[in-house]
């Protein structure tokens, strides 16, 4: 069946410094979609990649979705202690499912 | 509407039991999925309705659980039998045709002892 995976899995950085987390699946996705959760908080959708190569951008974060459709990256610019949460993935397959596929999550701690 | 709301937000129960947990979506979103969330891990897709179909129901999930949407508009997860491998955070997420992504609810957590 369909798995995703994400690295790392935990991160600390120093406020000020850049972070980037990737998700990998295991098949072919339809779209991608990418999830903030704050501790002991429920998860918060960020955005939705759907086409080969797509890049978007939210102010000082930008998405990625790779060529194959297989994978996708987070990039973070200048950490701020704001951004303290796991990040996950979440993959919708190509074969005419509905559900989405969490990763395993990036738990990322900003140090001030 | 304030969002996606789910009752209760804590229920613990004896093994054996059967509990039953509601989620009412944010109003005239027609897509609801429930997923369930155990520490460390990300959520794991349960069930999925559009209105009050059931259009896709996860192949890991034991004949103990139902849920149900009647009316298209709230749903209700019901877990008979509940086992201590149950506890978990059980989440409920509604969305919009043509939307992207998804609103969650705050979840209830299940404690089976």
């Known amino acids: 069946g369909q798995q995703v995976m994400q690295i790392p899995q935990y991160q600390h950085v120093q406020e000020g410094e850049d972070f980037t987390t990737y998700c990998n699946s295991s098949t072919t996705l339809s779209n991608i979609q990418w999830y903030k959760q704050r501790p002991g908080g429920h998860p918060v959708f960020l955005i939705q990649?759907?086409?080969?190569?797509e890049v978007k951008k939210q102010k000082r974060l930008t998405f990625q979705f790779g060529e194959a459709k297989k994978n996708s990256s987070l990039h973070i610019t200048a950490t701020q202690t704001t951004d303290v949460g796991t990040y996950f993935c979440?993959?919708?397959?190509?074969?005419?499912?509905?559900?989405?596929?969490f990763g395993t999550g990036t738990r990322l701690k900003v140090l001030a | 509407d304030t969002g996606v709301s789910q009752n209760p937000r804590h229920k613990i129960t004896k093994r054996g039991q059967n509990v039953t947990f509601r989620c009412d979506p944010i109003?005239?979103?027609?897509?609801l999925y429930w997923y369930r969330q155990t520490l460390g891990q990300g959520p794991e897709f349960l069930t999925y309705f559009q209105n009050e179909a059931q259009l896709e129901k996860s192949r890991l999930l034991s004949d103990r659980f139902s849920a149900e949407r009647p009316k298209g508009s709230f749903s209700t997860l019901e877990i008979q039998r509940t086992e201590q491998g149950d506890s978990a955070m059980y989440l409920c997420?509604?969305?919009?045709?043509?939307?992207?992504?998804?609103?969650f609810g705050q979840g209830t957590r299940l404690t089976v002892v």
């Open positions: 997420a509604s969305s919009a045709a043509g939307a992207e992504g998804a609103f």
């Open positions: 979440a993959g919708r397959g190509s074969s005419g499912t509905y559900k989405y596929i």
């Open positions: 990649l759907v086409k080969s190569g």
């Open positions: 109003s005239e979103h027609n897509r």
